[in-house]
């Protein structure tokens, strides 16, 4: 007895020294995924479907993230976005400014000027409210081609997913694809064209406005984000990139259980990609949230392993409960417990050693 709890505190030991050193690690890269809409009952619904497993149960660090905005108990996803991307709370509507209208610097912009590689990949229009907040500063959400012109206010190394109107056919005239070439940006407009590039800038502009719904675009969300960490990785000093499951929001809103299940299980096939990276190359802090939950989902009945599932909904807006984060690689300690959704940047900032 006395030899089996010392056998079992020394194998303790071992791994709290593990651990301990791995904790004190500072990453190189970091990838922060937001499940638009993805709140614990999304998510449970996909693990229930999926017959009890999902890959960001791989993550060693969890908590939860409080979403409400500067003017609302329950935020959008603009207000939702500038919180995770800009450190501050915000109207709902608002991108990328404060409640007074001025520009919040984004931790994409900030270590964009710090030398970093910088990208976005999304499943929806990339002036969408998500990737909007990271990128572009505008007092609605709505100025959809005011967004897309301040793509060329940044030096964003790749961007990947829809909205290519709003860069080509624009009511001022202007043709932001022929800008983008003049500074040196490859352009996609296709999967397969995405695939090919393996360094440089890239605008990867798939769709004329959203992707399809799951499964038409198939492996679209995970191959592009794959796709733009080949590229930002070649940067020695690091990279930052933003991944966005956008049409989780979407099945919610609709109160489809069926569409939630497939746009649920499209983003965790993309974590698990993504965490093998993270794995694999030991430099890569991996943060999964989302911006709110959407649709209210109770999820009282289920099979494992069956999409048929009991659900009801008590809205088809959003709800302002709290929304889980889930942490992976170097750095993951510091995303634990409950935490406003304005600690994301300042807290990567310190773990990358930002003057």
Request: charged residues 20%; hydrophobic residues 40%; proline residues 3%.
């Amino acid at each position: 007895m006395k030899k089996s709890f010392y056998f079992s505190a020394v194998i303790a030991a071992f791994f709290f020294i593990i651990s301990s050193a791995f904790a004190q690690e500072n990453p190189k890269n970091v990838i922060i995924m937001i499940g638009d809409g993805m709140g614990l009952p999304q998510l449970y619904t996909g693990m229930v479907a999926n017959n009890n497993y999902l890959a960001l149960e791989r993550c060693t660090y969890v908590g939860f993230s409080k979403t409400y905005s500067a003017n609302h108990f329950t935020t959008d996803s603009s207000a939702g976005g500038t919180a995770i991307a800009c450190g501050i709370k915000t109207k709902n509507g608002m991108i990328g400014m404060s409640p007074d209208s001025i520009k919040a610097e984004s931790i994409l912009e900030i270590l964009e000027r710090n030398q970093f590689s910088t990208g976005i990949v999304v499943a929806c229009d990339v002036t969408h409210a998500t990737p909007a907040s990271f990128i572009a500063h505008q007092i609605n959400r709505n100025m959809t081609e005011e967004i897309a012109a301040d793509y060329l206010k940044t030096d964003i190394d790749v961007f990947i997913g829809g909205g290519r109107i709003c860069f080509e056919k624009r009511k001022d005239g202007r043709n932001l694809l022929k800008e983008l070439k003049n500074k040196n940006y490859q352009i996609a407009y296709t999967l397969d064209e995405v695939k090919k590039i393996k360094s440089g800038k890239l605008a990867g502009l798939l769709y004329d406005q959203h992707p399809p719904l799951m499964p038409e675009r198939g492996n679209m969300l995970a191959d592009a984000t794959m796709a733009a960490i080949n590229i930002l990785d070649n940067n020695p000093k690091g990279f930052f990139l933003m991944v966005e499951g956008s049409q989780i929001d979407w099945a919610a809103h609709a109160n489809n259980t069926e569409q939630v299940i497939k746009e649920m299980l499209d983003f965790d096939q993309t974590i698990d990609h993504v965490l093998d990276y993270a794995q694999k190359e030991g430099n890569t802090l991996v943060i999964i949230t989302a911006d709110h939950e959407t649709g209210g989902m109770a999820l009282l009945d289920g099979e494992f392993g069956s999409d048929s599932l009991k659900v009801e909904f008590g809205t088809t807006n959003h709800t302002g409960v709290p929304v889980p984060v889930f942490a992976f690689g170097p750095g993951a300690e510091y995303f634990t417990g409950f935490m406003e959704n304005t600690i994301f940047k300042s807290k990567i900032e310190k773990l990358l050693n930002l003057p």
